[in-house]
């Protein structure tokens, strides 16, 4: 629309705005201009949502029959066990919902207002359609406004479309199925002025404005089960399955045989709560805090624990790019002079780097090597290109302050670029030496800057920086007497443009200070001095944190909303792998063909709002699965083509710093996003913060994560046969007609202290070798694959056979001495799960090749953990709670002796199958 179709359908007339009555009616009729407040659970439901798990579930019915029985001892400690459980799932589920607030906080206090023929300052909130909204640097935009005027005025829009530069804005109207990112003459909320001034009408306010919108798909995101919960989930179901039907047959067996009501109830319990690993829960919490703990080390924050193991199931990763694998900091890269051509060493705002001359064909952007060329030592005996750098030096309005590490650059970051390269050369004292006599701003119209300085004794010069297109016509020679092949210098600007480079010309001439203002009328007759070529440069360890993804089998993917051509050559540069284009560059599909890809048609109708049918998913899958790069992406694009490769069966990590990365790292198995450069809202939706904003802390981060899901497949190896003892000690029990070996009270014990004293020291186990080399594990995978099924069956039958064979030898030696019994049974159990212990330390390797002593946790926690075994046998208030009783020295010889045979067991069966 026109500002006149805009202006009438808002019934306002932009010189006097709104009349105050009528605000205050739009306000009571639209509501405040903030974002609607949107909660997650109550407390009250994540505490109860701790106790409906399946395997806790049963516990509590265990806890209930074990009270109606009269054993109100096991109910006790059965119902303490639930308790434990739940308060730690409960504190550790707690999880701050900041996107939204972080959201709302964007919008500025006060705006500049135009009410009732009177500019006044309002509370942004009181904001509402109509209100005609004046604009200058250094403001943030209160809310979404078209604009009706605008001298030069430039918005920062990076958190917004991942636009690396400040956008030039106009009031011309704009197609109507415009991207986000091509919406010219839109101003939006939260964005930044850094440039210029101008006025504008509120069109949207609160959830109706674009950052709003991106709110409510933050709020409206699917959660996502992480692998872990998956697999964890799965292996409970079938665990809550044979438990109930393995008690409920021996319930109907005892049934039949006529035994007492109180004997079959109390043998079905003990056998739930024996099969029942009631201490995974805890163990997995810990296991993960772990995982937390190392990664913080790394540089990586956790904000949800199962990301730690996420992370390690990772097959793709979705970046973006600005900030993320950039430095967000533009650079001057190469310098073409008709003298010389250049490139300029050195990354982001630092003073350091080379300048190096290069000859035909030998100047690179993207820095692989050591660049070749002669390094330019003393930039005054290159005449040439010393009066270019004070050109793009002198010839501009922005500052670049640093205080220690800081670096804080108020105004243009091409300007601060062109700053940068002349501090490079020594030239940092220009100012004094060429004091501005005059200047003419920039204007989009011109697409020109000029500047007057003076020059000594010397006649003033005019230096002038801005597009090819503007100045090439204006140039009638070139400096250092060189031809002036305009044909040759527009070939050098698109072959500079196809490296993704953005490009300036520069030009000057001598000009004699005029008497009144300098007009544009003096921008003519130039002397062309060259062409600068910069770019937001790749980060310096991105290339190889992205090879060593890529190496794991990780596909990394750069989604973004900057140009297809700098995306393309970021990533070409970082060594993305993807389908290619017929040149042989990397494809870069932008929003508006996945808008149209997402359709099944061509010519896009609305590039932003691509549909989420099945059916567009799958052909969004199907390019999304080859395609390494997508340009010009609206913030449904991105959650669209995260869900996409979803609905392929990949787990997606997708990492981000911008208001527009926000929905797709809430949807994402795990969303990563920095912790300095990024926003809060970025920060608010992710699972995981990377504090140095380094996309190589992924690749450590994915390591760790590896090593976490190693360590928690050995403590499920490790615990599982305990249970699996136990409930085949009572099964044959009943089969035999022989009393309980073990009470549930007893099972409690050795299944919570065994868990909580030996299988936290598997936390601790260092990463194996080669971790880094194995592909992703198949997110359909088992916990448990077929090998460690058999294994822990087997060794669940030694545990069993050894502790009935033991109990079954006491009660012979002497038959009165149940308790006794009873006691060597689950001495038994627990001297070997210390010995297993050790065998479980790698699930693959021999214990000698690990090194004895490499993991001191495992040793602590035999130690106490028979310490333990000694309070429970001999201590007389352990005795009479947990019905045990004190044991002669000699029975514990036949223990070790079982312990030591299932270790061997074990360690043998490694070797057999590693040679295998």
């Known amino acids: 629309m026109t500002t006149a179709e805009v202006l009438e359908d808002l019934g306002v007339d932009p010189k006097s705005g709104l009349a105050p009555e009528e605000a205050e009616r739009r306000l009571e009729r639209d509501g405040p201009n903030k974002m609607t407040a949107r909660g997650g659970k109550s407390t009250l439901r994540r505490l109860l949502d701790q106790f409906v798990q399946p395997l806790i579930v049963i516990l509590i019915v265990a806890a209930f029959v074990s009270f109606a029985l009269g054993d109100v001892v096991d109910a006790i400690v059965i119902g303490a066990v639930v308790l434990v459980n739940a308060l730690i799932g409960f504190f550790q589920e707690h999880r701050a919902e900041q996107a939204i607030a972080a959201l709302d906080a964007m919008v500025v206090t006060e705006a500049s207002v135009i009410r009732g023929g009177q500019t006044r300052r309002v509370r942004s909130e009181a904001l509402v359609v109509g209100d005609v909204v004046v604009l200058q640097a250094g403001d943030a935009v209160p809310a979404d406004v078209r604009l009706l005027r605008s001298r030069d005025l430039q918005t920062d829009e990076a958190a917004l479309t991942g636009e690396s530069v ?22 939006f909320a939260g964005t930044a002025v850094t440039f210029g001034a101008g006025t504008g009408v509120v069109v949207a306010t609160g959830d109706r404005a674009e950052t709003g919108r991106i709110a409510s798909m933050i709020a409206t995101a699917t959660e996502i089960a992480t692998p872990l919960t998956r697999r ?36 079905a319990v003990a056998l739930a709560v024996g099969a029942i690993p009631e201490g995974l829960p805890a163990a ?116 670049v302050l640093r205080e220690g590490d800081e670096v804080k650059v108020e105004g243009d970051p091409t300007e601060a670029a062109l700053l940068v390269a002349a501090e490079k050369a020594g030239l940092s004292e220009l100012v004094d030496a060429h004091p501005r006599l005059d200047e003419i701003p920039f204007a989009s119209q011109h697409m020109y800057m000029a500047s007057l300085h003076g020059d000594g004794d010397e006649t003033p010069l005019l230096f002038v920086k801005g597009s090819s297109e503007a100045l090439l016509k204006r140039c009638v020679r070139a400096e250092s007497d060189a031809a002036f092949d305009r044909d040759a210098i527009e070939a050098k600007v698109e072959a500079l443009g196809a490296e993704g480079l953005r490009v300036l010309c520069l030009a000057y001439r001598r000009l004699a200070q005029p008497e009144g203002a300098l007009s544009r009328d003096a921008v003519k007759d130039l002397v062309f001095l060259g062409l600068v070529g910069m770019i937001d440069p790749p980060r310096a360890a991105a290339r190889s944190a992205v090879a060593a993804c890529q190496g794991a089998g990780i596909q990394v993917k750069m989604i973004t909303g900057d140009h297809a051509v700098t995306a393309s050559a970021i990533a070409a540069q970082i060594g993305l792998e993807g389908a290619r284009a017929e040149d042989g560059s990397l494809r870069a599909i932008t929003g508006v063909e996945l808008a149209e890809l997402a ?140 009393a309980l070996p073990i009470l549930p009270v007893q099972i409690l014990w050795v299944n919570m202290a065994t868990a909580v004293l030996l299988g936290i020291a598997l936390v601790f186990e260092p990463k194996e070798p080669g971790l880094m080399d194995r592909p992703p594990r198949d997110v359909n995978e088992p916990i448990l694959s077929l090998g460690l099924g058999l294994r822990t069956l087997l060794v669940s039958v030694l545990i069993a056979g050894s502790a009935f064979g033991l109990f079954e030898y006491v009660l012979h030696e002497e038959p009165e001495a149940l308790e006794k019994a009873r006691t060597v049974a689950v001495n038994t159990i627990v001297v070997i799960e210390v010995a297993y212990l050790f065998a479980c330390r790698s699930l693959r390797l021999p214990l000698w090749k690990l090194g004895l002593f490499t993991n001191p946790y495992v040793w602590l926690g035999a130690l106490v953990m028979l310490v333990a075994q000694l309070l429970f046998t001999y201590v007389p208030v352990m005795n009479r709670l947990f019905h045990s009783a004190p044991l002669e020295w000699f029975w514990w010889l036949y223990l070790t002796a079982a312990g030591a045979a299932v270790f061997v067991v074990v360690e043998l069966k490694k070797l057999v199958g590693r040679r295998a």
């Open 166 to 187: 400040p956008v030039m804005k106009s009031t011309d109207a704009v197609d109507a199925e415009a991207g986000v990112g091509d919406r010219s003459n839109m101003a």
């Open 599 to 738: 359709r099944g048609t061509e010519g896009g109708e609305a590039p932003t709002d691509a549909p989420t049918s099945e059916e567009a998913l799958e052909r969004v899958a199907e390019v999304a699965e080859d395609v390494a790069v997508f340009a010009r992406v609206a913030p449904e694009q991105k959650l669209l083509l995260v869900r996409a490769l979803q609905k392929r069966g990949h787990v997606v990590a997708m990492t981000g710093d911008g208001v527009n990365d926000a929905p797709a790292l809430e949807q994402a198995d795990i969303g990563v996003a920095m912790g300095k450069g990024g926003t809060d809202v970025a920060r608010g939706a992710s699972a995981m913060i990377l504090t140095d904003d380094d996309f190589a802390t992924i690749a450590a981060a994915v390591e760790e994560g590896r090593g976490v899901y190693d360590n928690l497949v050995k403590f499920i190896t490790w615990t599982l046969p305990t249970n699996g003892g136990e409930g085949l000690v009572l099964l044959a029990a009943v089969l035999t007609g022989a």
């Open 284 to 399: 997995v919490t810990v296991l993960l805090a772990v995982g937390v703990s190392h990664m913080a080390r790394r540089r990586a924050l956790i904000r949800r624990l199962p990301a730690v193991e996420t992370l390690g199931s990772t097959t793709v990763i979705c970046s973006d790019k600005t900030g993320t694998l950039t430095e967000n900091q533009m650079t001057v890269t190469r310098l073409w002079t008709p003298s010389g051509d250049y490139v300029l060493e050195g990354v982001g705002y630092a003073p350091e780097g080379a300048i190096r001359r290069v000859g035909e064909g030998d100047g690179r952007a993207n820095g692989e090597g050591e660049p070749p060329g002669e390094r330019v030592e003393d930039v005054e005996r290159e005449p040439v290109l010393a009066l270019a750098l004070r050109c793009g030096a002198l010839c501009n309005d922005t500052r």
């Open 232 to 267: 964890i989930a799965s292996l409970s179901k079938v665990l809550v399955w044979i438990i109930l039907g393995v008690a409920g047959g021996l319930f109907a067996v005892e049934s039949v045989r006529g035994a007492a009501l109180s004997d079959t109830f109390n043998a």
